[in-house]
């Protein structure tokens, strides 16, 4: 990353991946002019982003969250996310621009289904928006829907040699269709028909249950000190 982007730390609040942990995040400059080819930049050194904030995980004893990607042209479904694909064939695909009341309505369920009891995800209209748009990127949302009815959103960034998933939520009543696995499956498939490099995930974090599913997307790579290796290397 260029010298010229300062970074700050922020205080300690209560993790949202580990109970009773403390986290802190080191966020890049807001004045910093973004754009998805800096984003990119900043993907590959492991940064994220909320909103029109990019960030990282920086806390003080703790290095549980691994940056994730997916190296597209060598990824192999699994027999279990061949069955998921076949499950989910009745979907329509609907890619859009917008934030709509129908996905924030559907937001809603799930969180109220999923993260019942608060957490990192904000509840309300004005929230949603600030947490999933992004007045600087390339942003995307994902509707999976059957006969109409919308099943499924997963927000997408489109940088110039990949896809970032932001977030994906789905109707909680439809939980043996796999529904997130399935919208990572699409975004690996449309990146590999795009010519894209990338699927970024975000963190795999192996100790929590909302995010250790990443590791099922092999080959995997992850960001450590000797830069990205596939998960397996690492796991000997």
Request: overall charge positive.
């Amino acid at each position: 990353m260029s010298s010229r982007v300062r970074l700050f730390l922020s205080t300690e609040h209560p993790c949202g991946y580990l109970p009773a942990r403390a986290a802190r995040s080191l966020f890049v400059d807001p004045d910093y002019v973004l754009n998805p080819q800096r984003y990119e930049s900043l993907l590959e050194q492991g940064f994220r982003r909320g909103g029109n904030h990019v960030y990282r995980p920086r806390c003080e004893s703790c290095r549980s969250c691994i940056p994730a990607r997916v190296p597209v042209t060598r990824f192999t479904p699994s027999r279990a996310q061949r069955r998921c694909e076949a499950r989910n064939a009745d979907l329509h695909l609907h890619i859009r621009k917008d934030i709509t009341d129908e996905q924030f309505t559907l937001y809603q369920k799930y969180l109220r289904a999923r993260h019942d009891g608060g957490g990192m995800n904000p509840e309300d209209k004005s929230g949603f928006h600030n947490f999933l748009n992004c007045g600087w990127g390339a942003t995307e949302f994902w509707e999976f829907s059957r006969d109409e009815h919308l099943l499924a959103c997963a927000v997408i960034d489109r940088v110039p040699q990949g896809l970032s998933a932001v977030y994906t939520f789905f109707d909680p009543d439809e939980g043996a269709r796999g529904l997130g696995t399935y919208a990572v499956l699409s975004q690996i498939r449309l990146a590999r028909t795009l010519g894209l490099q990338f699927v970024y995930l975000g963190y795999w974090v192996p100790d929590s249950p909302k995010m250790d599913y990443k590791k099922n997307f092999r080959p995997l790579e992850v960001l450590g000190t000797r830069g990205w290796q596939d998960l397996d290397d690492v796991l000997g």
